[in-house]
């Protein structure tokens, strides 16, 4: 669009699923069952990993960072998606949509180097069990864990900065459940191929990045495993690693076929399914000892 066609908006409306007007209800109680889920494993996970004396190590200090962040990332969406499942009036103001995307994307960031900590964590603890102790102390578990934190920080305000200060066009109509990078730059009069290219670095960044290193992580670990001359030994080791692996999988597959490409030839209905997994899946591994 041109930029004469600008107007200036103060609300958006979410069309959020359009197409299934006559399932609004069932999908207001599935999300609400799915956010309630989301609530109460993470709260129980982090109650129990705290009065429980025997979790008191540097994998469940960290499974505690990352439940506390994902509990936050549904917390920013879900309740005003549900919200909407039920109410005539499907808008959300300016700044409350860049509130909502600020939050996404720093409980997002956070949670791709808090992932990496972890796989860190187990890397260190099975290559070298002896000392571990010492490589995984209380002071280096601190550093780490308020670095995952901050990370956030810089990616949300550069992200939320960028885009709030490009020129929208009316209708001012988001094909999606919430405020996020791709729908809200397709009603943007200007060109975005310097906001397009920083999206794709901030990717291999944020995303492909943590990816890569825990990927690196995770080779050495099988290596170290395949070693070991006790079955007992690999088959415990491998417990301890394949849940949280598999949210690896899960969250920094879904999260890069979304963002990778903001303007992609990917459907919006299957962003909104990519969108959808980012929140349903469970990110956090089981409590196991």
């Known amino acids: ?63 505690r960072s990352l439940s506390l962040m994902d ?46 900590t972890m796989a860190y964590d187990r890397h260190a603890a099975i290559r070298a069990p002896l000392h571990y102790s010492l490589i995984m102390n209380w002071r280096l578990c601190l550093q780490l864990a308020l670095a995952s934190w901050l990370s956030g920080i810089p990616v949300a305000t550069v992200q939320i900065t960028m885009m709030f200060t490009l020129p929208f066009c009316g209708p001012n109509v988001l094909n999606h459940f919430f405020c996020d990078s791709p729908p809200l730059l397709e009603l943007v009069c200007t060109d975005t191929f310097a906001f397009e290219v920083y999206c794709v670095t901030g990717t291999v960044i944020v995303l492909m990045l943590p990816f890569g290193l825990i990927i690196m992580s995770y080779i050495h670990i099988l290596i170290t495993i395949l070693k070991m001359s006790s079955a007992k030994g690999r088959h415990k080791a491998f417990s301890t690693c394949s849940s949280q692996l598999i949210v690896v999988l899960l969250f920094f597959g879904s999260a890069s076929l979304t963002y990778f490409r903001v303007k992609s030839s990917y459907t919006t209905e299957s962003k909104k399914v990519l969108s959808l997994s980012l929140l349903s899946h469970a990110k956090s591994p089981d409590l196991q000892s």
Request: a neutral charge; aromatic letters at 16%.
């Open 71 to 116: 509990i936050g990332g549904t917390t920013v969406i879900i309740p005003k998606m549900i919200t909407n499942f039920l109410s005539k009036n499907q808008s959300i103001s300016f700044g409350g949509c860049a509130t909502q995307m600020y939050f996404s994307f720093f409980f997002g960031a956070s949670e791709c180097w808090i992932l990496t």
């Open 1 to 63: 669009m041109k930029e004469g066609n600008q107007s200036h908006m103060t609300e958006f409306i979410l069309l959020r699923f359009s197409n299934l007007h006559e399932f609004q209800v069932y999908l207001f109680m599935i999300f609400l069952v799915i956010y309630l889920i989301v609530l109460i494993v993470n709260s129980l996970l982090v109650l129990v990993s705290v009065v429980d004396s025997a979790l008191q190590t540097p994998r469940y200090f960290f499974l």
